[in-house]
């Protein structure tokens, strides 16, 4: 189990949204910032969102993040078919003194 | 442009030992924290360990503790994982990445990622 919870799971067809949730704790999303990752199947992991939701640069403006309290949540607008991918949360942890990843979301573009 | 490039994968009996080298290129590498990040087969993304530039701090998960230790050379621009006793379980595609820090504690993210190198642990 996953310190930071996420659904294994989520859907939509092209054009659509779809929102991706990251639930945790006070030791972690509660007191710091949270980063999300895209990972296409074989490829290594890139940065998506970090420090809650700041966008680097060349990151579609589709994609958007947010926080509240101790969960967190990945937006992603006007779905493309490359935006088919696992997506993982992340954010520092006070109480074990380590980084904590989401256990990773599959978003299938129907 | 920044580039990390992993290697020294391989298989490796239980109880044996691998090096895994990062080596870091397009930036000032004495610059900048450097981690491990591991992904088991078919599973998702585990933190391994951190070390701080100049080395000043390193943090490793629970797992690994005793068993892996992280170090850099910054004369040769490379990251390095050293892994003793290996089990079946640290089987994974072992990642390293940059980390851009924001200055304050627990504010930080791992901007660029190399290719992976893959550590098979079996017998």
């Known amino acids: 189990q996953s310190v930071l919870t996420q659904p294994p799971s989520a859907s939509g067809t092209p054009g659509q949204g779809v929102t991706i949730s990251c639930s945790g704790s006070?030791?972690?999303?509660?007191?710091?910032?949270v980063n999300w990752y895209q990972q296409v199947p074989g490829t290594a992991p890139k940065l998506l969102i970090y420090?809650?939701?700041q966008r680097p640069s060349g990151v579609p403006d589709r994609f958007s993040g947010s926080k509240s309290g101790t969960s967190a949540s990945l937006a992603i607008s006007g779905l493309q078919s490359e935006d088919e991918a696992d997506y993982y949360c992340?954010?520092?942890?006070?109480?074990?003194?380590?980084?904590?990843f989401g256990g990773g979301t599959k978003l299938t573009v129907l | 442009q920044v580039q990390l490039v992993e290697s020294g994968g391989g298989v490796v009996q239980p109880g044996g030992s691998l090096r895994l080298s990062c080596a870091a290129s397009g930036f000032t590498f004495t610059n900048y924290g450097m981690h491990w990040v591991r992904q088991a087969p078919g599973k998702g993304l585990e933190w391994v360990a951190f070390i701080r530039y100049g080395g000043s701090d390193i943090y490793y998960i629970d797992s690994v503790k005793g068993r892996f230790t992280i170090s850099r050379d910054d004369s040769k621009n490379t990251l390095y994982l050293q892994m003793n006793s290996l089990r079946a379980e640290d089987t994974a595609v072992y990642y390293c990445a940059r980390e851009q820090w924001l200055g304050r504690k627990g504010e930080g993210y791992f901007d660029y990622w190399g290719q992976g190198t893959l550590v098979t642990v079996s017998s």
């Open positions: 992340a954010a520092w942890d006070d109480s074990f003194i380590s980084w904590v």
């Open positions: 006070s030791s972690n999303i509660g007191s710091n910032s």
């Open positions: 420090n809650n939701n």
